[in-house]
């Protein structure tokens, strides 16, 4: 069955949806010629990684946050620069 097909990241997502969505995995495995085993192989890496789905959505947000404080901490040191300069003069 399938042998030797490789299937996207994509693929198996939607492939272990089905499945989790509750249709039967008999069908499944039948209609995308693979083993039940490697159903629930994907299965199970699939419910291994649901958490980092939430985990990528708050590193960007701490992410974006600390790009702001960069960006004013940055301008900060431009200005007290300029200001030096010119108390320089």
């Not at 939607?14 to 995308?32: D, T, Y």
């Not at 980092?52 to 004013?72: D, I």
């Amino acid at each position: 069955m399938g042998r030797g097909r490789i299937w996207t990241a994509e693929e198996k997502a939607k492939i272990v949806v089905q499945g989790l969505k509750g249709r039967a995995v008999s069908e499944i495995c039948n209609e995308h010629q693979i083993h039940q085993t490697q159903y629930y192989k994907w299965r199970e890496q699939f419910l291994e990684n649901v958490p980092k789905v939430f985990e990528t959505n708050q590193q960007s947000k701490k992410e974006a946050t600390l790009e702001r404080e960069n960006q004013k901490l940055k301008t900060m040191v431009g200005e007290l620069a300029m200001e030096l300069k010119k108390n320089d003069w």
